[in-house]
């Protein structure tokens, strides 16, 4: 069941942000806590997000801006690897990440941690570019 919250909150948290044309400090944060909610009754500080745009800089994935919740922000042009053909021509995509630790009894001596991560890509709705104010 939280593998499956892991990965509807990273596709809440991608849809949010590329339904925006403007996103602010405020928004995102909003944002970030609206995708959290998602995880309960599950402990929701556990959640570990970023969101960021992407573009296409001559055949590299270039980053345009970068926020984290718990996970660093990416620098501003830093390359990323994502599959290939998903940034536009003249367009960007807004790329969403989670990880979440969870922490398992599988018994009385025993007990696992396992990260689950889940990866979005959605491209802005109403504009080719999301702005970060």
Known sequence: VLDRKVTTSTATLGDLTARAAVVTDDDLDDIFQATRMI???NDVKVARMRI???YDDDGVNKVAWSDGCGLSSYTADQSVTIPNGLVPSGGSIIMAEIEYDYNS???YFF???QTLTDEFYLRPRRVDFVDRL
Do not use: E, N
């Open 52 to 54: 960021s745009s992407i």
């Open 105 to 107: 009894v599988l018994g």
């Open 111 to 113: 007990t696992t941690t």
């Open 39 to 41: 995880f309960q009754p």
